[in-house]
């Protein structure tokens, strides 16, 4: 069975996501900016890349991007939007779930609004084979019933329930100790509709 991942357009997710009464993009564009400037690293990857939102931020001196989805077309767009990084971005298509799958070291994992999609299992079995020495994340916190916010577009999003998985804070900081991970920062950014981001980084111990 497909994704339901595998079947919505890049057009409609983003378009969605930058709508007024949900302001994603925009604010994880601005935290993609932090996370990936925050240490000192030189190889980066990023879980659930889509088209690429926030890659302009990826700074000078970074040796190897790698930008991981489930969705090819979505890693095709990716590569055309960002020609300048063409020496140092490779895209994977990979499913997260899938056990068997190989994954190369990164310093830094990032993974914005994915966990919520393979959960803290898989998350955790990806980190161990990536083995960072630092992960930062970004989960949606929703203060109110529905996890998808209004928006015109909304109807694409329909079949997500059914790979969606409830992410709490306190859970995932459980789940990385579990795999010799430790906090070091939390952050929030406020969104329209009763609903926050919050950026939760780790460190090897
Ligand atoms: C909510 S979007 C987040 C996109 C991006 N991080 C951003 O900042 O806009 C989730 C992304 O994860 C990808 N994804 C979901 N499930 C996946 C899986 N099992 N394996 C790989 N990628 C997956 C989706 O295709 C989508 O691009």
Request: hydrophobic letters at 40%; a negative charge; one cysteine or more.
């Amino acid at each position: 069975m497909k994704n339901p991942w595998e079947k919505i357009n890049l057009s409609d997710y983003e378009n969605h996501m930058r709508s007024g009464t949900v302001m994603q993009l925009q604010a994880m564009n601005q935290m993609m900016k932090g996370q990936c400037n925050a240490y000192p690293i030189h190889t980066v990857m990023i879980l659930g890349v889509a088209g690429g939102n926030g890659l302009e931020h990826i700074p000078s001196g970074m040796e190897k991007v790698f930008g991981i989805d489930i969705n090819p077309a979505y890693l095709t767009e990716c590569a055309k939007r960002y020609p300048h990084l063409a020496d140092i971005l490779t895209c994977i298509c990979a499913d997260l779930t899938d056990e068997t799958i190989a994954l190369p070291h990164a310093e830094l994992v990032v993974a914005n609004l994915l966990i919520e999609y393979i959960g803290y299992r898989c998350f955790q079995d990806v980190i161990i084979k990536t083995d960072p020495l630092y992960v930062s994340c970004i989960i949606q916190i929703n203060t109110d019933d529905g996890f998808v916010s209004d928006s015109p577009y909304i109807h694409a999003f329909d079949d997500l329930d059914e790979v969606l998985h409830p992410v709490q804070e306190t859970e995932l900081i459980l789940a990385m100790k579990e795999v010799g991970y430790f906090q070091t920062a939390h952050k929030e950014q406020p969104l329209p509709n009763s609903k926050k981001l919050v950026q939760l980084d780790f460190e090897r111990g």
